[in-house]
């Protein structure tokens, strides 16, 4: 999808050069099956019938949703991966060899600038990775189907470095897994969206599918903060930490919150996205800064490299 409308488009609209039929979406009758997929997904990420009816009218699927399913696919390949050469599937994260991985962030290592995002290939278990491909798949596809790979990769990557990064100050002694921090950014700011749209946003069952969202984002949570504080297989470092997941989320009620509003409307004229933005690189100058001096200057003991 284009993103180069003014902010005058929906004004444009209004005043008659476009013309719009007078007739809802959910109206029409005799649309095929790839005809209802993308009226469901308009309904269910915008919540402008005018916003609703161009994506329907202009949308091609091309290009596809490659973003998500590409990152999807590529965390269930490093997972069977890890799974077969470390002979274990479920709580792979317990296993002594398992942070030796190249792709996983350690403190100790934290000069090793690529891991702050390749982390994400990572997951503590099979029970870690099927809640983020869920959720990566039933939130990510559709909202990048509608905003495109560009808008849905920057807030996802966007979250994901914003999360090891507080791990980096907050939780200084820990490693970090998951692409927890990317999928709860996209969570974050499309429940958030639904919530500020409210009354425009027609997707079915909404409370009930909220409601279940912010179920599976707390019982995911709750098992990162659980093993956080279990017993570590390979003291003195402790299991991955837990506080990627709030990074995830500062980053989708913020940048993501302005993405998923302005759909199809030239970012930088949105002057929250700017102040968004110089807030986001204010955290990133900050927590480089913090990972060059404070671990010397607090004379922290970091757990051995792996």
């Known amino acids: 999808m284009s993103n180069k409308r003014s902010n005058s488009f929906r004004q444009a609209i209004l005043q008659g050069n476009r013309r719009l039929s007078s007739k809802a979406l ?14 469901h997904v308009a309904y269910e990420t915008l919540p402008r019938e005018i916003d609703r009816k161009w994506y329907y009218d202009s949308y091609t699927c091309c ?52 891991r702050y995002l390749t982390y994400i290939f990572m997951h503590a278990g099979i029970e870690h990775l099927g809640l983020n491909v869920v959720l990566q798949l039933l939130v990510g596809v559709p909202l990048e189907m509608v905003h495109g790979a560009t808008r849905i990769g920057l807030v996802y990557v966007a979250g994901v470095v ?20 990317g999928v709860y950014a996209l969570v974050s700011a499309h429940l958030a969206n639904i919530v500020m749209n409210w009354s425009g946003m027609k ?60 759909y199809e409307q030239r970012l930088q004229d949105q002057s929250l996205w700017w102040i968004f933005v110089a807030m986001y690189t204010v955290f990133v100058l900050f927590a480089i800064f913090w990972n060059i001096f404070a671990y010397t200057l607090l004379d922290l003991k970091l757990p051995p490299p792996p």
Not at 26 to 39: A, C, M, P, T
Not at 63 to 70: A, C, D, N
Not at 166 to 179: K, L, Q, R
């Open 203 to 262: 997707c079915q069952f909404k409370l009930l599918r909220m409601a279940v969202a912010l179920i599976c984002m707390s019982m995911e949570f709750g098992r990162a903060v659980w093993l956080r504080f279990h017993p570590s297989a390979y003291p003195p470092c402790p299991h991955p930490s837990f506080v990627a997941h709030l990074g995830g989320v500062a980053v989708g009620i913020t940048l993501g919150v302005v993405v998923l509003r302005n």
């Open 162 to 181: 914003a999360g090891s990064l507080a791990v980096s100050v907050a939780d200084m002694t820990a490693p970090v897994v998951g692409s927890s921090g």
């Open 26 to 39: 959910l109206e029409e009758k005799g649309l095929s099956l790839s005809q209802r997929l993308i009226r």
């Open 63 to 114: 290009p596809p949703p490659w973003f998500m399913l590409t990152v999807t696919l590529l965390e269930v390949a490093f997972f069977l991966y890890n799974g077969v050469s470390l002979g274990q599937f479920v709580l792979q994260v317990t296993h002594p060899r398992y942070l030796k991985n190249s792709l996983v962030y350690h403190p100790q290592l934290r000069a090793q600038a690529w």
